[in-house]
């Protein structure tokens, strides 16, 4: 089978890793991938949102099967692309349909849907230009802290939790007549306020029946201590010690069955990965935000825990036999920590030289925002590379993993010292 990666992060190399550990795969292509991903990889500079330029890399390598790692692809269409092409149509595409991806890519639409089958949320309302008094009066029925989020896709900046009413109203306004966030916040959703524990659950479906994947946690702060600007995610620890089995089975029970359920009975076929946001609220799950692939950086600290082959996992997917397919996990913890350019994530500097990458011996290193050129590794995004180690506690694991990062280095290079600081 050759198969081809989109994407370009930690998350898109952490597949390509698994992938190309599977026997039932004989060429793997990365579009556009990273420096990362070319030791393992064919990398193909195309955007993944250009379906034409896609279409072409998948006839040319005889591409079987195509993994879609970022959301907008899918929110796109990417997967429709295919089904309503003659020449691609019988192409295996991971990653649901325009239908699905709109568990993401409208944060109103899953809100309604979370509603309609009895899914555990915050309470919300939502509101457009036309009315923002309405939207107004709803936030004085709320009490600090407010939460404001963008209806569309954001690039992961279009939440906002605010601390005053006058300031929540201010946004608002924002975001609604001024388009803070573009198109994406021509609808905004307000909730109320969640008090807990936050974590990620993953799961894998292929319409019927489901596969759930390791736990995770991520420091989206740029910050110690949970500090700071909000990033794509500072690092990630798999799995979660306070997600029991106990909560784990309320998980399945009252959020993953009604929510693979529910998208049968809307019609919605819907084969790929549901990232489920939650929030432990004294004991119970309540759903923060569903995301239609895997998220980054828990993808580098999850996927590693999988000791069975991925590729069929995803064969499962793609032909809805999923249930006869069984994997294993490793019960050892997996602490990520992401290295990120000075200045992330506001402005910084690209073109870094980072040195040290062939020392690390005993953490696995996932590129993200790297590129190859002349044999020498340049950082090419603010989030650069995360650093995964294995322990059998999770201080275990980030001492290696913090070891691992004293050997590499580039100039304005930057870190949080402090991930796991709350589970440990």
Do not use: C
Not at 12 to 37: D, M, Q, R
Not at 66 to 85: C, M, S
Not at 338 to 356: D, H, Q, R, T, W
């Amino acid at each position: 089978m050759n198969i081809l990666i989109l994407g370009s992060g930690g998350r898109e190399h952490a597949f390509a890793l698994k992938l190309a550990e599977s026997n039932k795969v004989n060429k793997l292509f990365v579009a556009p991938g990273n420096a990362g991903t070319t030791q393992i990889a064919t990398n193909i500079t195309i955007d993944p949102t250009n379906f034409k330029a896609v279409k072409e890399t998948v006839l040319e390598n005889k591409i079987n099967m195509v993994v879609v790692g970022p959301e907008a692809p899918l929110v796109n269409g990417v997967h429709d692309f295919f089904l309503a092409d003659d020449d691609l149509k019988n192409i295996s595409v991971i990653g649901p349909k325009k239908d699905g991806a709109l568990l993401e890519g409208s944060k109103d639409f899953s809100k309604i849907f979370m509603e309609k089958h009895n899914i555990p949320t915050a309470r919300y309302q939502s509101f457009t230009k036309e009315n923002l008094a309405a939207g107004f009066a709803f936030l004085e029925t709320l009490t600090a802290p407010y939460v404001l989020k963008a209806d569309g896709l954001a690039a992961g900046k279009g939440v906002l939790i605010l601390d005053s009413l006058a300031e929540a109203k201010k946004e608002l306004e924002e975001m609604l007549t001024n388009q803070k966030f573009g198109e994406a916040s021509s609808t905004v959703v307000i909730e109320e306020f969640l008090d807990g524990i936050e974590l990620s659950v993953f799961v894998l479906t292929d319409g019927k029946s489901y596969k759930i994947l390791p736990s995770a946690k991520d420091y989206k702060r740029i910050g110690e201590g949970d500090e700071g600007l909000n990033t794509g995610g500072m690092g990630a620890i798999s799995p979660v010690p306070f997600a029991s089995d106990e909560f784990l089975k309320k998980v399945e029970e009252r959020i993953v069955i009604p929510t693979v359920n529910g998208l049968q009975k809307d019609g919605i076929d819907y084969r790929g990965f549901i990232f489920i946001g939650l929030m432990n609220v004294a004991g119970n799950p309540q759903v923060i935000e569903y995301n239609v692939r895997m998220g980054d950086p828990e993808t580098e600290a999850v996927l590693p825990r999988i000791e069975s082959d991925l590729f069929d996992l995803f064969e499962g997917v793609a032909n809805q036999t999923l249930h006869e397919k069984s994997f294993s996990i490793t019960p050892k913890t997996a602490t990520t920590v992401m290295l990120v350019s000075g200045g992330y994530p506001e402005a910084y500097e690209k073109n870094k030289e980072i040195s040290g990458i062939e020392n690390i011996e005993n953490s696995i290193v996932f590129h993200a925002g790297t590129k190859l050129e002349n044999g020498k590794v340049f950082t090419n995004g603010g989030r650069v590379m995360a650093i995964t180690s294995f322990g059998d506690t999770i201080e275990e694991a980030l001492k290696l993993s913090y070891s691992s990062i004293d050997k590499i280095s580039f100039d304005k290079m930057n870190y949080r010292k402090d991930i796991g600081f709350d589970l440990i």
